[in-house]
C-alpha cells in the first residue's frame, strides 16, 4: 500500500479522498474473519470539462500471501495489473503536462481483497468517492503478463470479458481502436455465457457489472503458475505486457474524452 501511496506522490497524481489520503480503509469486521482491515488506494487525474463523471481504470492489489512457508509472487496474478495501471496514470498525467488534459476524471483504483471474494470493490461500489450514475465505465484488469498454452504459437492476444454485455458501444469502441492502433488478436472465448470457468463472475469488474456500469475485463488466461508460488516476474512477456497496456490505455482516452456517454443495451 505505502509503495503505491508513494508512487503517486511521486508523480504528483492526486488522491480524489484528499491531496494525502490515498486510501480507502475496509475494516476487519466488513472481511471474513481472521482477515485484517484492509485498504484500497485511489489516485486520479480531474476532468477539465466534465469533473464528476469518471472512468475506472481497476487492477487488485492482493494476491495469495505466504502459505507452507512459500512466498506466492504473484507477478502475473496480479503484479502485471498493477503496473499497468501505475503506467497508465504517469501516461495521463505526462498528457495533462503538456496541455492534454483529459475531459472526464479518471480514476485509477487498486483494489484490496479480491482473491478472497471481491470484497474490496464490492466496499468501493458501497462506498464510492464518485456517483455510481456518473462512472461511464469500469476498465478491470487482472493477469495481463503471460501466454496461456492456446496462444503459445500466436502470443499477441488478449482475453476480453463482458464488453458487449452492458453497453454494446463499449465493444464497438474497442475494437476500433485494436483495429486501427494494434491489431492484437482479441479473443471473446470467456465471455460466453456459458463459459465453465465463469471468469465474468470472478474477478473486481463484476462488482461494477451488478450496477449497470459498463465493463470490460482484461485478461491473458490461466497457465501452469497460476496461484502458484512459481507466478515470479521473469516469466512475464514484457514486450506483451506494454502492448496490452497501450491498448488498455489507448481504449481509457478514448471514453474520457468522448463527447457523448456510452449508449447502454437497455436504451437501444
Request: glycine share 4%; charged share 25%; aromatic share 14%.
Amino acid at each position: 500500500m505505502e509503495f503505491l501511496k508513494n508512487y503517486y506522490k511521486s508523480q504528483q497524481i492526486l488522491s480524489p479522498i484528499n491531496d494525502s489520503i490515498y486510501t480507502q480503509t475496509i475494516p476487519s469486521y466488513y472481511l471474513p474473519d481472521g482477515i485484517n482491515t484492509s485498504e484500497n488506494v485511489l489516485a486520479f487525474i480531474r476532468g477539465s470539462e466534465k469533473p464528476e463523471e469518471v472512468i475506472i481504470i481497476s487492477a487488485h492489489l492482493d494476491h495469495m500471501g505466504i502459505e507452507n512457508n512459500e512466498i506466492f509472487n504473484g507477478a502475473d496474478d496480479n503484479g502485471s495489473g498493477t503496473t499497468a495501471v501505475m503506467e497508465m496514470a504517469q501516461a495521463f498525467k505526462l498528457a495533462e503536462r503538456d496541455g492534454y488534459k483529459p475531459k472526464r476524471s479518471v480514476l485509477f483504483l487498486h483494489i484490496t481483497a479480491e482473491e478472497i471474494g471481491l470484497y474490496g470493490s464490492k466496499y468501493y461500489l458501497e462506498n464510492p468517492v464518485f456517483e455510481l450514475s456518473k462512472t461511464m465505465a469500469n476498465l478491470n484488469i487482472d493477469m495481463i503478463g503471460r501466454i496461456d498454452v492456446k496462444h503459445k504459437n500466436k502470443p499477441d492476444y488478449l482475453y476480453l470479458i463482458g464488453a458487449n454485455r452492458i453497453s454494446k458501444e463499449l465493444h464497438f469502441i474497442s475494437e476500433k481502436v485494436n483495429n486501427k492502433f494494434f491489431k492484437i488478436d482479441l479473443d471473446y472465448t470467456y465471455n460466453d455465457d456459458d463459459d465453465p470457468n465463469r471468469f465474468y463472475f470472478r474477478s473486481d469488474h463484476y462488482r461494477f457489472a451488478l450496477k449497470n456500469i459498463p465493463v470490460i475485463f482484461y485478461f491473458n488466461g490461466e497457465h501452469e503458475d497460476y496461484h502458484q508460488p512459481s507466478d515470479t516476474p521473469d516469466k512475464i512477456a514484457y514486450d506483451l505486457l506494454a502492448k496490452r497496456t497501450q491498448f488498455i490505455f489507448t481504449t481509457a482516452w478514448y471514453l474520457a474524452n468522448k463527447e457523448n456517454n456510452l449508449i447502454h443495451n437497455v436504451d437501444i
